[in-house]
């Protein structure tokens, strides 16, 4: 008896398991995985800067390197929204600025909408943390291939703000006719 039970309550959380697993996802996103097993995620910033981000689900926001910061207020500035203390990963804890972006897209269509950032000198990488995965939620990462999946993005929003004005009311009209042929 006791056997049976224990067999049924592997099986229920073999079934269960593979129900989370199957979840379908609207964005997948494309990560890469380093020789250190890390995985980075492409994105771009309000500027169109193209920059790569270390998947840190231990981060609790994101983290931009100084070089990049500064890389996206060449041509305009931004002051800081707040100063917060961070535990860095040895234990330290430092006092950063937070400021605020107006965007962040991951991979091609992941529009995460506005986000704070946590600026800290002398970081060697830029972190995605949790703020954004939350945004996005609910999120896995899958490790064939690897993809970071997402279920909330804005990626209409940056589809046509990556468009010219032209393709945008080609957009609206397609739309039109087809909601008018309906």
Known sequence: MRALLISSVSLTLAVASNLVLAKDFEY???????????????GTLENDDKVEFLVDTGAGMV????????????????KP??????RMADGRTKAVN????????????????????AVIPG???????LNVLKKAA??????SPPSL?????????SGLAKSNSSDAESLF????SQQSAD
Do not use: M
């Open 81 to 86: 929204s707040k100063r917060i203390a961070v």
């Open 138 to 143: 609910p999120f896995a990462i899958y490790t």
């Open 98 to 117: 937070v400021y605020t972006l107006n965007h962040l897209v991951l991979g091609q269509e992941c529009n995460v909408g506005p986000l704070e950032v």
């Open 28 to 42: 997948k996103i494309p990560i890469t995985q380093q020789n250190s097993g890390n995985y980075y995620v492409a």
């Open 173 to 176: 009209s397609q739309l039109a």
């Open 149 to 157: 999946a997402l279920s909330a993005c804005t990626g209409l929003a």
């Open 63 to 78: 983290i931009l390197a100084e070089r990049t910061f500064k890389a996206l207020t060449e041509a305009s500035s931004k």
């Open 123 to 129: 970081a060697a990488n830029n972190i995605l943390g």
